[in-house]
């Protein structure tokens, strides 16, 4: 089941902390995502890269930022910034450009802030 | 603005049921809609494309753009079609917007 994996499972950060996620796909995928995923409100985009050395915000961007320094791999750090940090994270990649292309998914990283 | 509108939160039915999950979208040029499915302990993962036309799992999803409506549907629920279920809509670029889910418990 590999092709896209995130570490650590769980997460646990004090507050104040920043911490990074980590996202590596081996799919050879331009395009990668990360999201987050709350109870009752579906999955929602924080930031996404569609080639490497190049990302863009997305719908709830504030209090994170992220790397795109390699095709394989899409960190997310989750600044002391963020206000409401604990939420279940979950990454993605697509083969990028073109249309139809589908976004395989991660098996997600549980944050908790302490 | 992109939007998806998942109505029901929860949904519930008996096996050999019917199964409509709605969804319903908001985008002014031509949607690229998608449904994607979680179940328990596993990742999420694409079910079916609207572009596609072809049915998975005995689920179809047709798309209705004068309601605006990309609403799954299967004749007869299976036990293992509960589920989380995600409807999400592609606009333009490569990312998708989602709707808030809904879960779905077929009851033996």
């Known amino acids: 089941d590999g092709g896209i994996t995130q570490s650590p499972k769980y997460l646990f950060r004090k507050e104040g902390q920043n911490v990074t996620l980590s996202c590596e796909q081996n799919?050879?995928?331009?395009?990668m995502y990360w999201y987050r995923q709350d109870p009752g409100q579906g999955l929602r985009l924080i930031y996404y890269s569609q080639i490497v050395n190049d990302f863009q915000k997305g719908d709830i961007a504030e209090g994170y930022s992220v790397s795109r320094e390699k095709k394989e791999s899409f960190p997310l750090t989750v600044t002391s910034a963020q206000k409401n940090p604990t939420a279940f994270y979950l990454c993605a990649s697509s083969l990028g450009q073109g249309n139809h292309n589908e976004q395989f998914f991660g098996p997600g990283t549980r944050l908790t802030v302490l | 603005a992109q939007r998806v509108t998942q109505p029901e939160k929860l949904l519930s039915v008996f096996k050999g049921a019917p199964v409509e999950l709605k969804c319903n979208y908001s985008y002014s040029g031509s949607p690229e809609l998608f449904w994607y499915v979680q179940y328990s302990r596993q990742r999420l993962q694409l079910l079916l494309r609207?572009?596609s036309r072809e049915s998975i799992k005995g689920f179809t999803a047709d798309l209705n753009k004068g309601e605006t409506s990309f609403h799954l549907k299967k004749p007869f629920a299976q036990e293992e079609d509960s589920a989380m279920y995600y409807c999400a809509l592609r606009g333009g670029a490569q990312k998708l917007v989602f709707g808030q889910g809904t879960r779905l418990t077929i009851n033996p």
């Open positions: 609207h572009i």
């Open positions: 799919l050879n995928h331009d395009a």
